[in-house]
């Protein structure tokens, strides 16, 4: 009996370390959906991600999940993109590799076996935004990333999924605040409004 306790305790435990960054995870509800998106300039965002992006210069890089911290990101998510010129070092990176619920079944070792992942710079600047943007993977695996023009990335588009990040301002470091996971139709317009708080 004292032994079943004890495994049911130590099983409790780590279930819950695996799904403590999710559980922050809540849902806006839909009458709170206009006045969130408008405090993160939603038409500002759906602007860039209805653009197209053509002039582009292809670089590499390596391959760096999010940490515990972070919830399950859209996409695989690499951490060394949250700033345009990989400044950012306030938010910490592990090198393990996290599958969470929208990123089921991926591994960035099967898109690229050595660690080493490509991507496109834009030459052009994002509309209305007038950050940089960057284009990771292809067809439907892509990441659309869209920065601030102080560096620090405003949002990402993953199939029908934008994700926003929001910065405490701050004349050291920026750091982030939340996160808006913004489930979009066809035409870019909000369906459903998860928000997670660091």
């Given at each position: 009996?004292?032994?079943?306790?004890?495994?049911?305790?130590f099983c409790a435990?780590?279930?819950?370390?695996?799904f403590?960054?999710?559980?922050?995870?809540?849902l806006?509800?839909k009458?709170?959906?206009?006045?969130?998106l408008?405090s993160?300039?939603?038409?500002?965002?759906?602007?860039t991600?209805?653009?197209?992006?053509?002039?582009?210069?292809?670089k590499?890089t390596?391959?760096?999940?999010?940490?515990d911290?972070?919830?399950?990101?859209?996409?695989?998510?690499?951490c060394?993109?949250?700033?345009?010129?990989?400044?950012?070092?306030?938010?910490?990176?592990q090198?393990e590799i996290?599958?969470?619920?929208?990123a089921?079944?991926?591994?960035?070792?099967?898109?690229?076996?050595?660690?080493?992942?490509r991507f496109?710079i834009?030459?052009?600047k994002?509309r209305n935004?007038?950050g940089?943007?960057?284009l990771?993977?292809?067809?439907?695996s892509?990441?659309?990333?869209?920065y601030?023009?102080?560096?620090?990335?405003s949002?990402y588009l993953?199939?029908?999924?934008i994700?926003i990040?929001?910065?405490?301002?701050?004349?050291?470091n920026?750091?982030?605040?939340?996160l808006y996971f913004?489930?979009v139709?066809?035409?870019?317009f909000?369906e459903e409004?998860?928000?997670?708080?660091?």
């Amino acid at each position: 009996m004292k032994f079943l306790f004890v495994f049911t305790f130590f099983c409790a435990i780590i279930v819950g370390n695996l799904f403590s960054s999710d559980a922050k995870l809540k849902l806006i509800p839909k009458q709170k959906t206009a006045k969130v998106l408008k405090s993160v300039a939603y038409a500002t965002i759906r602007s860039t991600v209805m653009g197209t992006y053509s002039r582009l210069e292809e670089k590499e890089t390596i391959y760096q999940t999010c940490s515990d911290e972070f919830p399950s990101m859209p996409g695989d998510f690499p951490c060394n993109f949250l700033d345009f010129t990989g400044t950012t070092d306030q938010v910490n990176v592990q090198s393990e590799i996290s599958d969470g619920e929208f990123a089921e079944g991926r591994d960035p070792e099967d898109i690229n076996p050595s660690g080493n992942i490509r991507f496109k710079i834009s030459k052009e600047k994002s509309r209305n935004l007038n950050g940089n943007v960057i284009l990771l993977g292809e067809g439907e695996s892509k990441l659309s990333l869209f920065y601030h023009p102080k560096g620090q990335i405003s949002h990402y588009l993953f199939q029908n999924t934008i994700v926003i990040f929001v910065w405490k301002p701050s004349l050291e470091n920026s750091q982030l605040s939340h996160l808006y996971f913004v489930k979009v139709n066809r035409d870019y317009f909000p369906e459903e409004v998860k928000e997670y708080t660091f």
